[in-house]
């Protein structure tokens, strides 16, 4: 299968800073790339559709400014949590359709930790 | 009501068992049914992709989707230890570029 690349795999930061994530398709192209949220134990909470070349579109309750998402080439889209909080500790996880019928692969998830 | 349902578990059963796992939905216009099998911290892994009813077998897997009861099964096969994770149910409407609905995921323990 296509192989999707996230890194990095987990980050520590300070209360107020802000964390770049990035998600890369290997071996194809994606104009449309996907980020998920996972709290332990529970299914992946879609946060938003990246879209090359033009604006993300935001799920209903995630906020926009908290979470700036660029699509600035085929093969990378990235998250920045800005002004990351505790409670923005999370598994997120990117993904991209591939292959035919646009099948979804998933990146290896990044583990935020927000002291 | 959850657009997909899914047990949660967690399922415990001995090595070489058959392990069924299955998701119920409520939207008739799901086409494609999806199954992810997702180790601890690590993101979700494609095991299986059916299009509307039908079995579909890749070795010791086998997905069952029943559309006119909207249920869909995982079934696993001389399951081994090494099957131990959470497998999520996922599905689809035609045309959504991927945009998927999950189950909440049926976390599975094979023990030795």
């Known amino acids: 299968g296509a192989v999707v690349s996230q890194h990095p795999s987990w980050v520590i930061c300070k209360s107020g800073t802000s964390v770049k994530i990035e998600c890369r398709s290997l071996?194809?192209?994606?104009?449309?790339m996907f980020w998920y949220r996972q709290f332990p134990k529970q299914s992946l909470m879609l946060m938003a559709t990246?879209?090359?070349?033009?604006?993300?579109?935001?799920e209903q309750g995630v906020e926009k400014d908290k979470f700036l998402i660029n699509h600035a080439s085929l093969t990378l889209s990235t998250l920045t949590v800005t002004s990351a909080h505790p409670e923005d500790s999370s598994f997120y996880i990117c993904?991209?359709?591939?292959?035919?019928?646009?099948?979804?692969?998933f990146g290896s998830g990044t583990q935020l930790s927000v002291l | 009501q959850k657009e997909v349902e899914q047990d949660p578990g967690p399922l415990s059963v001995p090595e070489g068992a058959i392990v069924s796992l299955n998701c119920t939905y409520s939207?008739?216009?799901?086409?494609?049914f999806m199954w992810y099998r997702q180790y601890s911290r690590k993101g979700p892994e494609l095991l299986m992709y059916?299009?509307?009813?039908g079995n579909k077998e890749d070795g010791r897997f086998t997905a069952q989707v029943d559309k006119s009861s909207k249920y869909i099964s995982l079934f696993i096969r001389d399951s081994q230890p090494s099957d131990s994770a959470t497998y999520l149910c996922?599905?689809?409407?035609?045309?959504?570029?991927?945009?998927?609905?999950f189950g909440t995921g049926t976390r599975l323990q094979v023990t030795l």
């Open positions: 993904s991209a359709p591939g292959g035919a019928n646009e099948k979804l692969f």
């Open positions: 071996d194809f192209q994606a104009t449309t």
């Open positions: 990246s879209n090359e070349g033009s604006k993300a579109t935001y």
């Open positions: 939207n008739s216009a799901f086409q494609y």
């Open positions: 059916t299009y509307s009813s």
């Open positions: 996922a599905m689809r409407y035609t045309g959504t570029a991927s945009k998927l609905t």
